[in-house]
């Protein structure tokens, strides 16, 4: 039986902080696993990584042109060339998480955890536009990151209960002065 790959699957839509997260993780030395990392890139927005500023060795970074180049065999290929031990997926917002479950990941990867970024200004337009789009991402999500609460954003959120779309995922909102609170406690942490 081939080794198990641990997956990181990022997902948000465009300019939802997903690669300043992402950016912020490798620069941290305890997310060093010893492995090398496949870094894929399925969406490219302003912000561009910063290698040399990422804390361990060993990362190939690979941008995904198109949704046909995420199928088991060229992500098994890559996995090979890298020599990856684990892999974490900037993931497109407008595809779907099911997708990549039942077409694209090779038998030997297994995802660890669902990462779901999104910005708080656009949060209520996504919801009312995108609705099942944005539902599909909640509602899989391990963790859930909202980015640039004000407080009366993060009021209306308490209202929506996004409790009720997740029950198990970790969920905090990012005040806009940097700091992070959590959604169920308030506890707020710089």
């Known amino acids: 039986m081939a080794k198990e ?3 990181y699957l990022f997902v948000g839509f465009l300019e939802s902080g997903k690669t300043t997260f992402i950016q912020e993780t490798f620069e941290d030395p305890n997310f060093d ?10 969406e490219e927005g302003e912000v561009e990584y910063e290698p040399k500023k990422f804390a361990f060795p060993g990362t190939t970074v690979v941008t995904i042109e198109d949704k046909a180049e995420l199928n088991p065999q ?24 099911q997708d990549f479950y039942t077409q694209s990941m090779p038998p030997s990867w297994v995802l660890y955890q669902i990462i779901v970024t999104a910005e708080g200004p656009t949060f209520e337009l996504y919801a009312k536009n995108m609705g099942s789009l944005m539902l599909e991402k909640l509602r899989n999500a391990d963790m859930i990151i909202i980015n640039r609460c004000d407080q009366a954003l993060r009021d209306a959120l308490r209202r929506r ?5 997740n029950r198990r995922a970790d969920i905090y909102l990012e005040n806009t002065d940097g700091t992070s609170e959590d959604y169920m406690d308030g506890t707020v942490s710089a």
Do not use: F, H, K
Not at 33 to 42: F, K, P, Q, V, Y
């Open 5 to 7: 790959v641990p997956v």
């Open 33 to 42: 696993s010893g492995d090398n990392t496949l870094l894929l890139i399925c």
């Open 74 to 97: 060229n992500l098994e290929r890559l996995e090979r060339e890298s020599g990856a031990g684990r892999v974490v997926i900037e993931y497109n917002g407008m595809w779907q998480i």
């Open 161 to 165: 209960n996004l409790r009720m779309v």
